[in-house]
């Protein structure tokens, strides 16, 4: 078994409670946010994510939860950072 880290912003989403929680530091080293703060938010993400990516990627994340054959969901969208800026 190897053991792999990741430098991405990663979370886990209980579908069934509708938790989220954001692990690791990524959240923090790219865009400014504390995960633990940001894991009691549970509109967190929709808080973030720019308002005009919003509808397509919220689109695009329910295409995956509807369809059972799907497994996971990627994309790529403006995300608001602590600063003040967006990043992609």
């Known amino acids: 078994l190897v053991a792999k880290a990741t430098n991405d912003a990663i979370w886990d989403w209980d579908l069934v409670t509708n938790k989220v929680i954001r692990l690791g530091t990524g959240l923090e ?23 005009d990516d919003l509808p397509l990627v919220l689109a695009s994340r329910q295409r995956v939860l509807d369809d059972p054959s799907k497994s996971n969901w990627a994309d790529e969208y403006w995300f608001l950072k602590a600063n003040g800026q967006y990043a992609y």
Do not use: I, M
């Open 29 to 51: 080293k790219y865009f400014g946010y504390n995960s633990e703060t940001a894991s009691v938010d549970n509109d967190f993400w929709l808080r973030y994510v720019h308002p």
